[in-house]
T-cell receptor, first 110, second 111 residues
């Protein structure tokens, strides 16, 4: 099956810092999705990307669909304590199910 | 509108017993997924239903695991003869337009 490599696995940052995480694959995807999971909750969709090169923002979050269609990144600017959680990328191609990365555990120190 | 709901939210069972976990997807969503998540781990794909097509069962870890989706809506994940390693959070998601929406999960503890 398709594999997604998400990095880093974990990040420890100070409040106010910017954060970047990414996902790469050997396969081409038509859709990239970014999710955040708070403790004890299901993942919540943050940003959806549908076109190569697309750059989309959602508040302090910005995500891009790589031009090669094999990668995507998520940036969080000016982090705050409530940004703590696990961030997952997901990639989908037509006719195939969504594949998730292993997640990035983000810790924000106040 | 209503999101994906799952029941029960927590389930404690004895080793060897069967359990059924329920998922009510968002109305009109044709795709439904089940995932398993161990503490601090990623999302382990279990099974995928898409419309009337045969389900993709490639992620089911053993023949003790099975799932049904009745009438293209509600789904039930059944685990027979539970083992301690089955303890995890079981997440359901439904999908439309390429976006998956997750339920809150069922935390299963096998004692």
């Amino acid at each position: 099956g398709q594999q997604l490599n998400q990095s880093p696995q974990s990040m420890f940052i100070q409040e106010g810092e910017d954060v970047s995480m990414n996902c790469t694959s050997s396969s081409i995807f038509n859709t990239w999705l970014w999710y955040k999971q708070d403790p004890g909750e299901g993942p919540v969709l943050l940003i959806a990307l549908y076109k190569a090169g697309e750059l989309t923002s959602n508040g302090r979050l910005t995500a891009q669909f790589g031009i090669t269609r094999k990668d995507s990144f998520l940036n969080i600017s000016a982090s705050i304590p409530s940004d703590v959680g696990i961030y997952f990328c997901g990639g989908e191609t037509s006719g195939s199910r969504l594949t998730f990365g292993e997640g990035t555990q983000l810790t924000v120190n106040p | 509108g209503a999101g994906v709901s799952q029941s029960p939210s927590n389930k404690v069972t004895e080793k060897g017993k069967d359990v059924e976990l329920r998922c009510d997807p968002i109305s009109g969503h044709t795709a439904l997924y089940w995932y398993r998540q161990s503490l601090g781990q990623g999302l382990e794909f279990l099974i995928y239903f898409q419309g009337n097509s045969a389900p993709d069962k490639s992620g089911l870890p053993s023949d003790r695991f099975s799932a049904e989706r009745t009438g293209g809506s509600v789904s039930t994940l059944t685990i027979q003869r539970t083992q301690q390693e089955d303890s995890a959070v079981y997440l359901c998601a439904s999908s439309a337009g390429g976006k998956q929406y997750f339920g809150p999960g069922t935390r299963l503890t096998v004692t």
